[in-house]
């Protein structure tokens, strides 16, 4: 699933690219009885209404909450996209050909990846904005701008750790809502923290030297101060390069992120680890569902 840094990089995209344009009309071929999706537009009678509120409608800003995608309309709405596992947002010329939406220029944009198209806005100046997703788990909704951080969507979400306000003082109060927790489970619980995910949870915990097993708890000051800075480093290390696409992300040029040329564990299991004078091999296991990855000498 895409994380912070994925979904930070599609939005400055977003932000340099569809600011000003006008949506023209919007096309889904997503179609469910799912009641858990009633308020989305894989639900045709919300996309009714969803298309009706949006239509002839300017795009005057977009900006990022944890892993949703805000796209704010001149009307005072907004739309909410959250990628899930498989999604990512696509921006260019698109044709309608033999039901289906195929990019008119050869480039990126043919990624066998960005093939799955289920949503495409048509916007002014003859672009579009295409939403491809294998899986079809992503999520698009529409929220009134003005209270959308109180919405069910956004209001339990907690801070956002490359805010300039999240300081040491805010990871330890944060952490001590769930002292119980296993590390690696707190850190990728979006309750207590914004945006991190599988990936860079073990990427976080490889460089701050800690067992992704360890209750929160036992995590010492010191320590502590060790992972602040690493969620700092890893986090803005992963915007850096664009994001991970070890699996399906593409920006919205339909070009790969490159972090994950540079992981220090994920999916690294029974190599050597980098870390200096370090002589342990990667080792995976499963914490809570979810796979860990983490160095067999070094992460207590």
Known sequence: MPELPEVETTTKGLRRTITGLTIRDV??????????QNDTIANPKYFKVFRKEILNKKIVSVERRAKNILVNLSNKKTILVHLKMTGHLLYGKYKFLKNKWIPVKNGPLHDPYNRFVHVTFVLSKNKHLAFSDARKFGKITLLDTKNMHDSKHL?????????????LNNLRQR????MNKKIKTALMDQAIIAGI???YSDEILWRAGIHPERK??????SE???????????????IDFGGDSMSDYRNIEGLPGKFQMHHETYRRTGERCRKKNCKGIIQRKMINGRSAHFCSIHQR
């Open 216 to 221: 929160v708890s036992k995590v010492a000051e």
């Open 27 to 36: 096309w889904t071929d997503l179609n469910t009885k799912d009641k858990r």
């Open 224 to 238: 502590l101060k060790l992972m602040f800075k690493a969620i700092k480093e890893t986090l803005t290390k992963g």
């Open 175 to 178: 952490l001590n809502l769930c």
């Open 155 to 167: 209001k339990n979400i907690g801070p956002e750790p490359l805010d300039k306000k999240f300081t």
């Open 197 to 199: 995910g599988n990936i």
